[in-house]
């Protein structure tokens, strides 16, 4: 006797960033049918969604989720290994601290086999803490189009809408489980008062030779992560919690690169900022209380990663298919 096996039900994944599209691949391997509804998809550069925009370094960030950061890196190093093509690489990091006086927050050291911590002599201006490792990053213009193409041949659907609700996603798609990774739009879609756009500027530098990334954190947000196959390197921001405004401020290009210039040895002294620079302002989808992955009847949350999308995504849609999996008959 033959036995027919019913089809999985269909999810909806509201989103097509990073934390949507790793969320949908890990369903969709799972043995779901995944519709992906959303207002930005991949290949547009509105600077509404964060994703296109991000510096995407892998590097762990102390006050965050251990767990779900850990199972990100594990899942990029099988991707760095198994397909070099997707745009995951491997690179030096550097980061400071003027915050941290102890090692006691950097709980991630284990992580990286030449892990050092630097003397006092190596920290540049205020830093307090400082340390190497070789990590890895991200480059969203080939990480992006990749990861959308291997969903499309897993047979991933994606149709464009503004949706008003989450039940207007499920009305649009048949889906019995929704995924709200919307990011910004969270703020609506989900009710949360405390989700709110942090405004980043950044610039891309065309730049050869800088193949290495530093991050300064604590009083100033400062980074420069390379872009070797684009032909240079994003150097940064700022942080501007609730703010929308997309225009360049200008006196904010001149402090970043007096800033990247203090923490790279004067790297970048050379650069003219309207010959050499594309600026970039982008809202990354912050939430006052952080990253929020939950179920709520049929409708699981995953938003509110803030600049750290790339960083989280992969550990959020392993517990976003995890929460998928302990609904009833799914």
């Known amino acids: 006797m033959t036995t027919t096996r019913a089809p999985r039900p269909i999810i909806a994944v509201v989103g097509a960033g990073v934390v949507g599209m790793a969320s949908a691949l890990l369903l969709t391997e799972a043995g779901y049918t995944v519709k992906i509804v959303a207002r930005d998809l991949p290949g547009d550069s509105g600077t509404e969604w964060a994703s296109p925009w991000a510096g995407a370094l892998l590097a762990p ?8 950061q850990e199972e990100s890196l594990r899942h990029y190093a099988r991707l760095a290994a198994t397909e070099p093509w997707c745009g995951v690489r491997t690179l030096p990091i550097t980061e400071y601290y003027d915050d941290h006086t102890t090692d006691g927050m950097i709980w991630f050291r284990h992580l990286f086999p030449d892990f050092r911590w630097l003397a006092q002599s190596q920290l540049p201006g205020h830093a307090k803490l400082g340390f190497s490792y070789t ?24 149709t464009r809408a503004t949706v008003s609700s989450l039940a207007e996603a499920v009305q649009l798609t048949g889906a019995a489980v ?14 949360d008062e405390g989700a709110v756009p942090v405004r980043g500027q950044t610039m891309f530098v065309r730049k050869s030779g800088f193949d290495r990334a530093v991050m300064y954190q604590g009083s100033e ?24 405004d997309a225009k360049v401020d200008k006196d904010t290009k001149r402090d970043i690169l007096r800033r990247i210039n203090a923490i790279t040895d004067g790297s970048f002294a050379d650069v003219d900022l309207e010959r050499d620079v594309q600026d970039i302002v982008g809202f990354r989808p912050g939430r006052k209380a952080g990253v929020r992955v939950e179920r709520e009847g049929d409708v699981v949350h995953a938003y509110g990663a803030g600049g750290l999308g790339y960083l989280y995504a992969f550990g959020i849609a392993t517990k976003v298919r995890s929460l998928v999996q302990a609904r009833a008959k799914i």
């Open 221 to 244: 947000y400062t980074y420069a992560i390379p872009r070797t196959f684009s032909g240079g390197v994003i150097i940064g921001g700022v942080k501007g919690e609730g703010s929308t």
């Open 61 to 68: 960030f102390p006050e965050g989720d251990a767990a779900m």
């Open 135 to 158: 990590g890895k990053v991200v480059n969203p213009t080939f990480f992006l189009p990749w990861l959308s193409a291997k969903l499309t041949g897993l047979g991933v659907t994606f």
């Open 178 to 191: 929704v995924v709200n990774a919307s990011g910004n739009g969270a703020r609506v879609l989900a009710g």
